[in-house]
């Protein structure tokens, strides 16, 4: 069972920029569409970006959109995610998952957005 270890998240002002970082364990990272997720605080986990195997498809969930740069390195077998102008409303965990979320679910990195 492949494994997710995501990093990156902390606390920043709004307007801020942060880069999260997935890490995939195993050897099929490269031909799975992959997925960031996030969790708000009483709220449900919500997609937030989606990248196809190869890159070069991209999808973004509205609320992020233009603000957010999904890209992944399949010779790391790492997923990356570039937020910038955060907003206190991005406040979650994130989560990278498959395309779909089919994989388990890691830990998540804590993002926090102070206005």
């Known amino acids: 069972q492949v494994q997710f270890v995501e990093s990156g998240g902390g606390l920043v002002q709004a307007g801020g920029s942060l880069r999260l970082s997935c890490a995939a364990s195993g050897s099929t990272f490269s031909i799975y569409g992959m997925s960031w997720y996030r969790q708000a605080p009483g709220k449900q986990r919500e997609l937030v970006a989606s990248i196809s195997s190869g890159g070069g498809i991209t999808n973004y969930a509205d609320s992020v959109k233009g603000r957010c740069t999904i890209s992944r390195d399949n010779g790391k077998n790492t997923l990356y995610l570039q937020i910038n102008s955060l907003k206190p409303e991005d406040t979650a965990v994130y989560y990278c998952?498959?395309?779909?979320?089919?994989?388990?679910w890691g830990q998540g990195t804590q993002v926090t957005v102070s206005s």
């Open positions: 998952n498959y395309w779909g979320g089919s994989g388990s």
